[in-house]
């Protein structure tokens, strides 16, 4: 059993408990033990994307982690809160509300590189201990900037006030312009926190807000069009066809190209040996044999390929 289950994650469930679900529909479909890892976390109350590994694939599992990811998100603006999103106390409030205009304005800014600070509520660890632990123990905690990259963000749609909308001051009220909340979708590096990302976006405004809605659309290679559902996972548990629930572990690997090898190269590959001589493009790549059968992720620099990672997929 090796592979992927690539799961829509359903709010309220965290990214353990969709392991652990997915451990269970294996025993009760039959595959006995099997060593299941995620690549990448979701919290709670974000949905959506959550590549499942299975078997050989977990080895897989830190470039998964490392992959670039895309996300799907609503600021809502006039409160802030301690969690950034929808849990936790609200520490700041504003009356003002931007138009379109303006966000469209400032989104420029936060593409490429930026320097964010991750939320307090984060899995970071500060001296050994998670930072959101501290955070519900009532410490206050100083977190320090790093460097991510938001390779692209742009405008779904959005929700306007309305003129009836109590506690926007009449000075406010331009047209039908101002809005309520914003959806954005980013394409981002590993690290990003959307959260952050929200909270500066709003900050940019001149006004405050936070995450009311999260959804990831893809993460590495995998696309929310080919995820399942929680119930479909689980039909599969009580005896369901295995159809379009387990994906081959090479799914993982599609963004990258597939080198073939000979007989000869692939005992020498799954042997650990450094081969020479071969003509393809520095970078990684998957190796298999004459079978067609992932034999490992391989890195060529300069004429010279080595093995990252190596499968022990038996024909």
Same mark, same amino acid.
């Given at each position: @059993?090796?592979?992927?289950?690539?799961?829509?994650?359903?709010?309220?469930? $965290?990214?353990? *408990?969709?392991?652990?679900?997915?451990?269970?529909?294996?025993?009760?479909?039959? =595959?006995?033990?099997?060593?299941?890892?995620?690549?990448?976390?979701?919290?709670?109350?974000?949905?959506?994307? +959550?590549?499942?590994?299975?078997?050989?694939?977990?080895?897989?599992?830190?470039?998964?982690?490392?992959?670039?990811?895309?996300?799907? =998100?609503?600021?809502? =603006?006039?409160?802030?809160?301690?969690?950034?999103?929808?849990?936790? *106390?609200?520490?700041?409030?504003?009356?003002?509300?931007?138009? @379109?205009?303006?966000?469209?304005?400032?989104?420029?800014? =936060?593409?490429?590189?930026? /320097?964010?600070?991750?939320?307090?509520?984060?899995?970071?660890? %500060?001296?050994?201990?998670?930072?959101?632990? #501290?955070?519900?123990?009532?410490?206050? %905690? /100083? @977190?320090?900037?790093?460097?991510?990259?938001?390779?692209?963000?742009?405008?779904?749609?959005?929700? #306007?006030?309305?003129?009836?909308?109590?506690?926007?001051? /009449?000075?406010?009220?331009?047209?039908?312009?101002?809005?309520?909340?914003?959806?954005?979708?980013?394409?981002?590096?590993?690290?990003?926190?959307?959260?952050?990302?929200?909270?500066?976006?709003?900050?940019?405004?001149?006004?405050?807000?936070?995450?009311?809605?999260?959804?990831?659309?893809?993460?590495?290679?995998? &696309?929310?069009?080919?995820?399942?559902?929680?119930?479909?996972?689980?039909?599969?548990?009580?005896?369901?066809?295995? /159809?379009?629930?387990?994906?081959?572990?090479?799914?993982? +690997?599609?963004?990258? !190209?597939?080198?073939?090898?000979?007989?000869?190269? &692939?005992? &020498?590959?799954?042997?650990?040996?450094?081969?020479?001589?071969?003509? @393809?493009?520095?970078?990684?790549?998957? &190796?298999?044999?004459?079978?067609?059968? !992932?034999?490992?992720?391989?890195?060529?620099?300069?004429?010279?390929?080595?093995?990252?990672? $190596?499968?022990?997929?038996?024909?």
């Amino acid at each position: @059993m090796h592979g992927w289950i690539i799961l829509d994650k359903p709010l309220g469930l $965290g990214s353990t *408990q969709a392991v652990a679900a997915v451990k269970r529909n294996l025993r009760s479909a039959g =595959f006995g033990k099997v060593k299941v890892g995620h690549g990448g976390t979701l919290d709670p109350l974000a949905t959506g994307v +959550l590549p499942i590994a299975l078997g050989e694939a977990t080895k897989l599992c830190g470039r998964m982690l490392d992959a670039s990811k895309t996300y799907e =998100f609503t600021i809502s =603006f006039g409160t802030e809160t301690s969690g950034l999103d929808a849990e936790g *106390q609200v520490v700041a409030t504003s009356d003002y509300r931007p138009t @379109m205009k303006e966000v469209a304005a400032v989104l420029p800014y =936060f593409i490429g590189q930026i /320097e964010q600070i991750p939320p307090a509520y984060s899995a970071i660890k %500060i001296d050994g201990k998670r930072a959101y632990d #501290r955070a519900r123990a009532g410490e206050v %905690i /100083e @977190m320090k900037s790093r460097a991510v990259k938001v390779h692209d963000i742009s405008v779904g749609h959005a929700e #306007r006030v309305s003129t009836a909308v109590t506690g926007v001051p /009449e000075s406010f009220i331009r047209r039908d312009d101002l809005l309520n909340a914003v959806t954005l979708t980013a394409d981002v590096s590993k690290g990003t926190y959307i959260r952050s990302l929200a909270r500066d976006i709003a900050h940019a405004l001149g006004t405050v807000g936070h995450v009311s809605m999260l959804r990831r659309t893809r993460a590495g290679p995998f &696309a929310l069009e080919g995820a399942i559902s929680l119930d479909k996972l689980n039909a599969f548990g009580q005896g369901a066809a295995q /159809e379009d629930i387990i994906l081959p572990i090479e799914a993982g +690997l599609d963004d990258i !190209p597939a080198l073939d090898l000979s007989p000869e190269q &692939a005992r &020498a590959v799954q042997q650990g040996r450094v081969l020479t001589g071969i003509a @393809m493009e520095d970078g990684l790549h998957w &190796a298999r044999g004459a079978d067609l059968r !992932p034999i490992a992720l391989v890195e060529n620099i300069d004429g010279t390929l080595k093995t990252v990672r $190596g499968f022990n997929l038996t024909p």
